[in-house]
């Protein structure tokens, strides 16, 4: 295939069941036909839904990068989010990147990352 196809199948994979049936019915439009494979397309539609539907609702917590003059700050902020004492604390913020949560649920996976990210680090969340 070339590049041209391979990044179109690339973008229509990517869209949503209501996404892809508002395509068709602007393509039925543009051109001035009737889709008569309307079963192709909805056969290419759940295959699209399925990252929607997969949407992750915990996440695993990671501290990636702490600069020097924001260690303090992150030291503080990974006791609160974790338990840990002062040293436990600040040898895992020294060995980042590193998980500081293995699971949490979106709603506080998110509030841990703001309050991370305000203490100056950087924070990924990964659906599990």
Known sequence: MSNKKEELVEQLSQLTVL?????????????GVKAAAAAAVMA?????????????????I???KVTDDKKI?????????????????????????????????????????KKVEAAGCKVTLKGL
């Open 44 to 60: 290419v539609a759940p295959a699209a839904a399925a990252p929607a539907a997969a949407e992750s609702t915990d996440f695993q």
């Open 19 to 31: 996404e892809m049936a508002e395509l068709k019915t602007a393509l039925e439009e543009k051109w």
């Open 73 to 113: 700050s992150a030291i503080k902020v990974v006791r609160e989010i974790t338990g840990l004492g002062l040293k436990e604390a600040k040898e895992l913020v020294e060995s980042t990147p590193k998980v500081i949560k293995e699971t949490a649920p979106k709603a506080e996976a998110e509030e841990i990352k």
């Open 62 to 64: 990671t501290l990636e």
